[in-house]
């Protein structure tokens, strides 16, 4: 028996051209999602908001949402010793607050929830930290950041451009 194999070829985005305008190709997914994500985001600290979209986007490899959420919240006041950090929070708890450790704990483990679903653990923490709203609303962030991760990496988004600014 001949076995043959299929060789995937990977580039990253820097070496393609963008796919297409998913807002264009899907605007009714795209204005639902957005509202989704102001749902998420509504009553949350910003500083929080953009930790957990930041450490998601680490996870997950998607260049163009970390570039956009940095310069988000270095344009809100973000200190930058802690946003060097964030890939490395639990090394270097003491740039977060207890609440955001929960909630990047949390970010990580719903990110990469096929390897170990979301820890008991994990989870308890995050209930020490946010009441059932609150912890409604970062799940809800935490979905939202997931998605527009996987947009951005499968129609070859280009970091540092960034389609919220009006052209």
């Given amino acids: 028996m001949v076995m043959t194999q299929t060789t995937h070829t990977s580039r990253t985005a820097h070496d393609r051209a963008p796919r297409f305008n ?7 997914a795209f204005k639902a999602l957005i509202g989704f994500d102001a749902a998420a ?4 600290d910003p500083a929080l908001v953009e930790l957990i979209q930041i450490r998601a986007s680490l996870l997950n490899g998607c260049a163009y949402c970390l570039h956009m959420h ?3 919240a270095r344009k ?11 890939g490395v929070w639990r090394e270097a708890r003491n740039f977060f607050t207890e609440k955001e450790q929960a909630a990047l704990a949390l970010t990580e ?6 390897r170990d679903g979301v820890p008991d653990d994990v989870y308890a923490e995050a209930t020490r930290h946010f009441d059932e709203q609150e912890l409604g609303r970062v799940l ?3 979905f939202a950041i997931n998605t527009w991760n996987r947009i951005a990496l499968s129609t070859a988004k280009v970091a540092g451009e960034d389609e919220r600014v009006a052209r």
Avoid at 76 to 86: F, K, Q, S, T
Avoid at 109 to 114: D, N
């Fill in 22 to 28: 998913f807002a264009k190709a899907a605007p009714k």
């Fill in 109 to 114: 483990a719903v990110t990469l929830v096929s």
């Fill in 140 to 142: 809800a962030l935490v």
């Fill in 41 to 44: 985001r509504e009553g949350l």
């Fill in 76 to 86: 809100a006041g973000e200190d930058e010793a802690r946003l060097h950090m964030i």
């Fill in 70 to 72: 940095t310069s988000d």
